[in-house]
């Protein structure tokens, strides 16, 4: 198990930036898929992006690419998400979630790992 604690959220407003962090715990960060999923209320929890243990491929949704950037120092046990040109859709709780499997997924319900979220809130 790997604990997770999330940061860098906030209020911004339509086309600004923000940059989320994620901390992890333990000696095994690097053996861990890392991916972001975000949860805007009365809606279900939608993946973002993900990157791969070795920090060697990443991969984001549609709705994300182009404006949004994964990535990840193992050595400070942490996984980044610069999030710019932000619109008001991009308003949601961002959570970090680690998982090993040997394909990265962006199915939520097979992350085992998470961490408490941060609040990201754009305004028009």
């Known amino acids: 198990q790997v604990q997770l604690v999330e940061s860098g959220g906030g209020l911004v407003q339509t086309g600004g930036s923000l940059r989320l962090s994620c901390a992890a715990s333990g000696r095994t960060f690097s053996t861990y898929n890392m991916g972001w999923f975000r949860q805007a209320p009365g809606k279900v929890r939608e993946f973002a992006a993900v990157i791969m243990r070795n920090g060697g491929g990443t991969y984001y949704a549609d709705s994300v690419k182009g404006r949004f950037t994964i990535s990840r120092v193992n050595a400070k046990n942490t996984v980044y998400l610069q999030m710019n040109s932000l619109k008001p859709d991009d308003t949601a709780v961002y959570y970090c979630?680690?998982?090993?499997?040997?394909?990265?997924?962006?199915?939520?319900?097979?992350?085992?790992?998470w961490g408490q979220g941060t609040q990201v809130t754009v305004s028009s």
């Open positions: 979630a680690a998982d090993r499997a040997v394909v990265p997924t962006t199915d939520p319900k097979k992350y085992d790992n």
